[in-house]
């Protein structure tokens, strides 16, 4: 049974106060809370085994290699790879898709093209353009409507024998939309392209299935999911990753080095150079444990609840516009007041221990698609609570009779 009162107690940040009032957590598209069981797993690694992997023969080496592996493996489990090597460890989603754009640097031509959609973070924007310079290769935008959906006719019209990778998010930050991916990415592998999703914003919601998708890169960071800050996984296709240089050259990634030549680690240590995030390894697994426990479609389903609610009550403020309103979307809710800067308002609500989210949140061209500064985001998890929601409408409505 799902019960937010019990599931608070496992977070203790929750009970601290903010500018003498109670914390309001609502920037969970930013960065989650870590439960009492995720923090444990990381003060027993320092307490007990904190050891390099992979190398020693020691104890604590080979006890901190096995919780290690253990975690792949668990990461493994929850994504549905079909091998636990598919399962690189990385700093985070970015580091996941700089390491993928590196790699297709020796695979791209001049006048190949390749598809992002306007709906994306900063980091699966920049990566591609860095790549496009290098290479020639031509970048292609899927439009995105008023609801802020994508326009999946058009995509089909960019799609062509030169289309050499797809490269959208599965979830939106900035508005929450929750896009159509089994279609982007079959209608992708018709054309030869391959495909990776950015599920950085998907992953506390929905558990993706990797071999059901077919999906040929995905990435996630640990740290909006329960995790740590600093580490986060890229799944990748076997025949893709053997297909792709290193990123880093460095300890751990070789099979042998000589002057005269190195050759290079099999899968997954090809791609892991040097020492890693191992606590922050081992702590992603505990978080995914903790999850799995509580249940995705239990969470997906309050949380879906708060966002109907949340969606409810904000709007009956008047002046008060929501950005965002796709018929699939998770529990983030972006909003501007009328003729007031989003952040003043998130000025206020902070004085009132509310934490939200101001500005473009990495998605500049989202912004300048609805012609706006910025917004104010209110993301929801599984752990807040409807009486919290009436806080920020309290909240918000205060904000807009002092600066109006
Ligand atoms: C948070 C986020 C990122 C970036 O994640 P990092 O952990 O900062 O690397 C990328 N894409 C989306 C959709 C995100 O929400």
């Known amino acids: ?31 989650s809370q870590t439960p009492q069981q995720v923090i444990d797993v990381i003060v027993d690694y320092y307490s007990n085994y904190n050891a390099n992997i992979h190398r020693g023969v020691h104890s604590l080496s080979q006890e ?37 754009a590196n790699g297709f640097s020796s695979i791209l031509k001049d006048g190949d093209e390749v598809i992002v959609s306007a709906l994306e973070h900063h980091s699966n924007i920049v990566p591609w353009q860095m790549l496009c310079e290098r290479t020639g290769a031509i970048l292609k935008v899927i439009p995105m409507n008023q609801e802020g959906e994508l326009v999946i006719s058009e995509y089909d019209k960019l799609l062509s024998n030169k289309t050499k990778l797809v490269f959208v998010n599965h979830i939106s930050n900035a508005l929450g939309t929750i896009n159509p991916i089994e279609n982007i990415i079959t209608k992708a592998h018709n054309v030869g392209a391959a495909v990776l999703i950015d599920g950085a914003q998907a992953s506390p919601h929905i558990k993706a299935d990797v071999q059901k998708l077919d999906v040929d890169f995905y990435v996630v960071s640990a740290h909006k999911m329960c995790g740590p800050t600093g580490v986060g996984i890229l799944y990748g296709k076997e025949e893709w990753l053997n297909k792709l ?5 460095g300890g751990e990634m070789i099979a042998e080095v000589t002057f005269e030549k190195t050759t290079y ?12 995030n191992i606590c922050g390894g081992i702590a992603f697994g505990a978080a995914l444990d ?23 009550k904000l709007s009956e403020i008047e002046g008060l516009k929501i950005y965002g309103t796709a018929k699939h979307k998770t529990s983030v809710i972006s909003f501007n007041l009328e003729g007031i800067h989003p952040y003043d308002v998130g000025t206020i609500l902070d004085k009132m221990g509310i934490a939200v989210r101001t500005g473009h949140h990495c998605a500049q061209p989202i912004m300048d698609f609805y012609k706006i500064p910025g917004t104010v985001r209110a993301s929801f998890a599984f752990y807040n609570t409807k009486q919290e929601i009436d806080a920020l409408v309290e909240g918000v409505k205060k904000a807009k009779l002092m600066l109006s």
């Open 265 to 276: 680690a099999t899968l997954p240590h090809k791609f892991e150079a040097g020492t890693p």
């Open 64 to 100: 901190a290699t096995d919780k290690y592996e253990q975690a792949r493996h668990k990461i493994q489990n929850h994504f549905n790879a079909k091998f636990a090597h598919e399962i690189i460890f990385t700093s985070g989603t970015t580091h996941g898709i700089n390491l993928v």
């Open 290 to 312: 903790y999850m799995n426990a509580i249940g995705f479609e239990n969470i997906a389903k309050y949380e879906h609840e708060l966002l109907e609610y949340g969606t409810q």
């Open 245 to 249: 240089p290193p990123y880093q050259g």
């Open 1 to 31: 049974m799902f019960n937010v009162e019990t599931i608070r107690k496992d977070f203790p940040i929750l009970s601290r106060k903010v500018n003498g009032k109670p914390l309001v957590y609502f920037d969970n598209a930013a960065t």
